[in-house]
C-alpha cells in the first residue's frame, strides 16, 4: 500500500509536460523516519554497481508487489506463506524507494517520465498487495479495497495539490509510505503469530485494523481537501 513515493519523492515530482508547467512541486515530507531512511538510501546508493539501474529497481521494487499478492493469496494453505508477503514488502521498499535516490545520485533523472511511470506503477502494486491481502484469511475482500480505495483519495490529493498549490505532501501524521509499509509487516507478522482471530460474524481483528486504518485515510483526504479549498477560495478573493 505504500505508494506515492520514490521516483516522485526523489526527483520533486510535478512537471506536466504536456499542460506547460515545468516547476517542479515542492515536496513536504516529514514522516518520523524520512531523515534516517534518506541517509540509508544515499548510503546504498554509492554502493550500488554500475549495471544496477534505476529502471531495473522500479521492476524489482513491483516484483516485491508481486510476491506480496502470493504471499497473502497463498496463506490460506498455510500461514508459512505470510513470510512471502513480509519478504515482498522488503523488496518493494528496495526498489520503489531506490529507484528515484538512485537516478538523482547518478543525475540521470527524467522528471516526466519518472512522475509518470512510478506513480502508475505504485497505483498498480497497492491494488495488487492489498488485492491479495483481502483473499487472505485474515482480512476480507471488500475491507481491503475500502482501504485501498482511502489510500488512492489521499494520492489523488496529493496530485491535484501539486497542480493547483505547487506543493506534494508526502506525509500526514507524522506518518508516510515507509511507516505504512513497516505496519503492514507487522500486521502480516501478527497474522502468523495469532491467526485470523475472529471478532463477530466473520469479521476478524485484522479486518478491524485495516478498515480503521481505511476510515483514517479517508478522513485525511476529507480534511487536506477542505484545508486546500480555503486556501484556494482565499487566493481568489
Known amino acids: 500500500m505504500p505508494g506515492a513515493d520514490a521516483r516522485a519523492r526523489d526527483q520533486a515530482a510535478g512537471s506536466f509536460k504536456g499542460s506547460g508547467m515545468m516547476q517542479p512541486a515542492q515536496r513536504i515530507q516529514q514522516n518520523l523516519l524520512a531523515a534516517r531512511e534518506r541517509k540509508l538510501l544515499t548510503w546504498l546508493c554509492r554502493r550500488m554497481p554500475r549495471w544496477v539501474t534505476p529502471d531495473q529497481l522500479t521492476a524489482l521494487g513491483f516484483a516485491g508487489a ?32 531506490l529507484d528515484g535516490s538512485l537516478a538523482r545520485y ?61 506543493e506534494i505532501r508526502l506525509s500526514y501524521l507524522a506518518g508516510g509510505p515507509t511507516e505504512l509499509r513497516l505496519t503492514l509487516v507487522v500486521l502480516t507478522i501478527a497474522m502468523y503469530v495469532w491467526g485470523p482471530v475472529p471478532l463477530y460474524a466473520g469479521f476478524t481483528l485484522f479486518d478491524a485494523i485495516t478498515g480503521g486504518v481505511g476510515v483514517i485515510l479517508i478522513l485525511l483526504f476529507i480534511v487536506q481537501t477542505a484545508q486546500t479549498a480555503r486556501l484556494l477560495t482565499a487566493e481568489a478573493r
Open 66 to 97: 508481486i510476491a506480496c499478492f502470493f504471499g497473502y493469496a497463498l496463506s490460506g494453505w498455510g500461514s508459512t506463506w505470510l513470510w512471502l508477503a513480509v519478504a515482498g514488502h522488503v523488496i518493494q521498499w528496495f526498489g520503489d524507494s
Open 106 to 166: 547518478r543525475r540521470i533523472e527524467r522528471p516526466a517520465f519518472g512522475y509518470f511511470i512510478d506513480h502508475s506503477t505504485d497505483a498498480l502494486a497497492n491494488l495488487i498487495m492489498l488485492g491479495g491481502l483481502g483473499l487472505s484469511a485474515y482480512v476480507s475482500l471488500d475491507v481491503a479495497l475500502f482501504t485501498l480505495a482511502g489510500y488512492l483519495l489521499l494520492s489523488i490529493h496529493a496530485f491535484l495539490a501539486a497542480r493547483v498549490v505547487g
